[in-house]
């Protein structure tokens, strides 16, 4: 008896396995032969809604819809299958545009009010009809009709790579469109406000004369020859000052990024001397002070570093 039972259970088993194999390759080849049938649901369907729905979004949801029809179909109920998986198509497209439509109902009904009234104006008149025809057929005032596009315009929702259409061969989408090439990002604006002021303070704590170089030549316009005359020093150290100054500068804020661990310890007058004016750059303000101020465009004092008056008297005394 046990060896029957054993024997009747393994045949059930089997039986069912190939009916489930059967089944399955009875719903892929019903999936295969109708999947033009969902091209055709997609532009029944479509002409239905605005003209921003991506088609190949509801063409996706009406592939699932396809699946799930043929995986339900039962043939007994005597209705054609392409029947049947046509209502499945359609119902998982609307289910997939509504879950996706953030906009009340009403917001859609107003859309395809609007829209099929400029219709019918535009086939009356046999052009698009301005906002003054569009809002006396509607029965609304100018202004009551510009409110209405605004919620309108606001229920859309489209996501950045979105193609925009365009006169042009190029192919721009929504980023393309709506960015700003002139546009600061916030973290290049944070750091171009970060190394300003550690260039301001470093300017600040460089020796008199160096300073008086870089502040003059490269703030206020002055030339080597007027540097010259007001340091009372030749051409040739006047460059010599402006190098000397602009290696301390490089160096002093390039240090301001390099970690401890990553820096050499100095060696000799020279690169102490360097490590102790890095070291003054890093604490002459706080971190939230150079993040405050944000000055691109140097605006020279009325009373510049190195007044006019004084360059004369200097070449005068000079000659």
């Known amino acids: 008896m046990n060896t029957v039972a054993k024997k009747t259970k393994t045949n059930k088993k089997a039986t069912?396995?190939?009916?489930?194999?059967?089944?399955?390759?009875?719903?892929?080849?019903?999936?295969?032969a109708n999947v033009e049938l969902v091209n055709h649901v997609v532009f029944q369907v479509a002409v239905h809604f605005p003209r921003h729905v991506d088609r190949e979004e509801l063409a996706r949801a009406g592939a699932l819809g396809l699946v799930e029809a043929s995986r339900r179909f039962d043939a007994s109920r005597g209705v054609p299958f392409e029947r049947f998986a046509a209502q499945r198509i359609r119902g998982a497209i609307l289910d997939s545009v509504r879950a996706a439509d953030w906009a009340p109902r009403s917001v859609r009904l107003l859309a395809r009010r609007l829209e099929a009234t400029e219709q019918q104006l535009a086939s009356r008149l046999g052009r698009v009809p301005d906002s003054d025809e569009t809002a006396k057929e509607m029965g609304l005032s100018r202004s009551d009709l510009a409110k209405i596009q605004d919620r309108l315009f606001r229920s859309v929702v489209l996501a950045l790579d979105h193609e925009t259409n365009d006169s042009s061969d190029e192919e721009l989408t929504l980023v393309d469109v709506l960015s700003d090439p002139n546009a600061v990002d916030p973290t290049e604006e944070l750091e171009g406000r970060e190394i300003h002021s550690y260039l301001r303070d470093a300017v600040k704590l460089l020796p008199e004369r160096q300073r008086a170089v870089v502040i003059g030549y490269f703030l206020e316009g002055k030339s080597s020859k007027e540097l010259a005359a007001f340091l009372n020093v030749t051409e040739s150290r006047v460059s010599q000052l402006r190098s000397e100054a602009l290696q301390a500068l490089k160096l002093g804020i390039e240090a301001q990024y390099t970690l401890e661990e990553d820096a050499d310890s100095p060696v000799g007058k020279v690169a102490k001397r360097r490590a102790v004016f890095s070291d003054q750059i890093g604490t002459a303000s706080e971190w939230h002070e150079r993040l405050e101020t944000w000055d691109d465009k140097y605006q020279v004092p009325e009373e510049p570093f190195i007044p006019v008056r004084r360059l004369t008297r200097a070449a005068s005394t000079k000659r």
């Open 16 to 32: 069912a396995a190939q009916a489930e194999e059967m089944d399955l390759t009875e719903i892929n080849a019903r999936i295969e």
